[in-house]
């Protein structure tokens, strides 16, 4: 019985079983919600292989060759073709590499919170980072949860060297942050954290020194990255993956969409309302208490957050993902709220309680996953490519009404060319510039478009016709 107490309040016991568990779902194609966004990083992945392993010429598969795009630094879609190199093309490194990051950042997560001294604090707000919107997108083949990973294993060890000055932990928190950045800027909030080991006067000042010469490096690194070479590709090849606005356009979207905006933390992090006002209930006990140290990071936390919140402008209440951003300190809140629920004459019942309290709530992001596996619209993307096969080689470039710059349906083509919108493909006197830079057949999703072209028809069946231009 005492075993099994010790298991059920170990966080490694849940984070190694649901980590397990996940492993048998992660060889599925990029059909499930969001395959647009796990289309394009698979590209980029597969032409890491296929045409060059320069990491500084993200490439796509849609344009004039090369397609080359500016993107978040592809540090995880290297990753991903060194799998593709040893283990051939796949569904599951993708979704593999992601889990296995994001579960080693919940880890660290839980190290770094052990040290504010509240072991159950620690349990329970790492239990609720990884029972959130966190998980959903843990398993997809996206760079989010990758980078917010990184960033936190580097805040656990930069604490550990501004408390202890060992070169080993800055220099792992100087590669994990800075990498962790350079996969996703906006995660820049998650170092909030180090506010109180930075400002603690017990602490030696020398490392304090060292450290920040460390971050003003590693954020003149990931700078260079997002501000000079990102806009450098944008000029040279004209592709657009990022579009900042002005702070001042930010708040005037943000003040028109409060509601939605509030939406993205009440109803999307943790698919019910009742963690979310644990959160709230958690931050305003930190205020009683007059906890100063959970204080200070909410503050901080929440300010950068809400910085990153007007720059992206229209596309953070619309995309459910940006969250993900904020969701270690809403766990932190709700770790906190657990803690103070622990009272001392009946510690051992209340953790009891707690935990089938954090159970029945993980069940909610459980079930989003769940939705995602049914989330199979795009499934008839899935023969194309073999269908292809039989008119065009793997070299042979196509053109597809996937949408403009919608990534999916050229993906499913195995092959690189021109998406449009339907009407472009409608254009005959255009189709010898295309011929001429490669075209050799068009792609009609019949989804998407009931009209026929004035082409040779060479296939056609209720998903696809496919022409000859």
Do not use: C
């Not at 070479?229 to 943000?254: A, C, K, R």
Request: charge should be positive; hydrophobic fraction near 50%.
């Amino acid at each position: 019985m005492e075993y099994t107490k010790q298991l059920l309040s170990s966080i490694e016991f849940w984070l190694g079983l649901v980590f397990v568990i996940g492993l048998l779902t992660l060889n599925y194609p990029p059909i499930d919600a969001h395959t647009w966004r796990q289309s394009l990083t698979l590209m980029i992945s597969k032409n890491l292989v296929d045409i060059s392993p320069n990491v500084m010429y993200p490439t796509y598969n849609i344009g004039n060759h090369p397609g080359i795009i500016p993107t978040e630094f592809p540090l995880y879609n290297f990753i991903i073709s060194l799998f593709y190199r040893v283990f051939g093309y796949n569904d599951w490194a993708g979704r593999f590499v992601n889990w296995s990051v994001t579960f080693v950042g919940f880890y660290y997560f839980y190290k770094t919170l052990l040290k504010f001294n509240t072991k159950r604090m620690a349990f329970f707000a790492t239990f609720f980072l990884m029972g959130s919107v966190v998980l959903v997108y843990a398993r997809k083949t996206m760079p989010d949860t990758f980078a917010l990973s990184l960033v936190l294993i580097g805040v656990y060890h930069s604490w550990n060297y501004l408390e202890s000055a060992k070169w080993k932990d800055g220099l792992w928190a100087f590669l994990f942050i800075g990498f962790g950045l350079l996969s996703k800027i906006a995660f820049v909030p998650a170092m909030a954290f180090m506010i109180i080991p930075f400002f603690d006067r017990s602490l030696p000042q020398k490392a304090k020194y060292y450290f920040f010469g460390l971050m003003i490096l590693s954020g003149a690194i990931v700078g260079w990255w997002y501000f000079y070479w990102m806009p450098h590709l944008q000029e040279t090849y004209h592709n657009q993956l990022i579009w900042p606005v002005s702070l001042q356009e930010g708040w005037d979207i943000f003040s028109q969409t409060l509601e939605q905006h509030l939406g993205r933390f009440r109803d999307k992090v943790y698919r019910n309302h009742v963690s979310f006002y644990l959160f709230l209930i958690g931050i305003l006990l930190a205020f009683a208490k007059k906890n100063w140290k959970i204080v200070s990071v909410f503050f901080l936390y929440s300010a950068i957050t809400f910085v990153f919140i007007l720059k992206t402008g229209d596309v953070f209440h619309k995309h459910e993902y940006y969250v993900i951003l904020y969701v270690p300190m809403m766990a932190l809140g709700v770790g906190y709220f657990f803690e103070q629920l622990a009272f001392k004459s009946i510690r051992k019942l209340t953790f009891g309680l707690s935990l089938v309290i954090a159970l029945v709530l993980f069940f909610f992001p459980a079930r989003r996953i769940y939705r995602d596996w049914q989330n199979v619209d795009s499934s008839y993307y899935l023969p194309l490519e073999s269908i292809l096969d039989k008119f065009v080689t793997k070299e042979d470039s196509v053109m597809v009404n996937g949408g403009n710059f919608n990534p999916s349906l050229m993906y499913f083509t195995g092959r690189h060319g021109w998406s449009f919108g339907n009407q472009p493909l409608k254009v005959v006197d255009d189709m010898p510039v295309y011929k001429g830079r490669g075209l050799k057949v068009i792609v009609v999703d019949r989804h998407q478009m009931k009209d026929s072209l004035p082409y040779e028809l060479l296939f056609g069946n209720d998903d696809f016709l496919i022409y000859r231009p």
